[in-house]
């Protein structure tokens, strides 16, 4: 018998640097970024792009820093995918002098995709920008998130962000928030 996602129990967490956390990282980093360029980039530069950004080192050091938070959203306690929420980046024009942050990473398993997984693991991202003014992605064209993302109140910026050393074609989506000034 199938379980429907109704039948699943799904939640999304923080992940700290401890050896579980570091596991479940090393694998969905790979596992995902292999998932998401496949296609998109030369299997040798694909490889470097792995070893160059997921590699132990690189990950401690993230998860250890202030300015970055990394969520994993379990379906049944399993790992499936994850988010990492940073204050790092160049903001886009319409962020400049306003607190925002970056939803660095964004991704979950092609088998795990369904709308109520992505829906907790946004929602997630999104309570830690709560009291912010906007947060803002950069995501590869052709990402199959960046419809999730417009019609949960992210706009295509005519700008294009800074992206990482991949230089593919992509878009910078905004969401501002609307944050009561004290």
């Not at 499936?80 to 204050?87: F, H, I, K, L, N």
């Not at 009291?131 to 590869?140: C, M, S």
Request: net charge negative.
């Amino acid at each position: 018998m199938f379980k429907t996602v109704k039948d699943m129990n799904i939640i999304t967490k923080f992940t700290i640097a401890s050896d579980e956390g570091m596991d479940v990282l090393m694998f969905l980093t790979k596992k995902l970024a292999e998932e998401k360029f496949l296609g998109l980039l030369e299997p040798d530069r694909l490889a470097t792009y792995i070893t160059n950004n997921f590699n132990e080192k690189t990950l401690v050091t993230e998860l250890n820093s202030m300015s970055s938070q990394w969520l994993v959203v379990y379906v049944d306690q399993k790992p499936v995918g994850y988010a990492r929420v940073t204050s790092k980046g160049k903001k886009p024009i319409s962020l400049e002098n306003k607190r925002a942050i970056r939803i660095a990473d964004f991704a979950i398993l092609k088998e795990y995709s369904a709308t109520e997984i992505r829906q907790t693991l946004f929602e997630k991202c999104l309570s830690i920008s709560r009291h912010l003014d906007g947060v803002w992605i950069n995501e590869y064209i052709p990402n199959p998130f960046i419809e999730f993302f417009e019609d949960n109140g992210f706009a295509r910026q005519a700008e294009t962000c800074l992206s990482d050393e991949l230089e593919l074609p992509s878009i910078c989506l905004v969401r501002l928030n609307n944050v009561e000034k004290k």
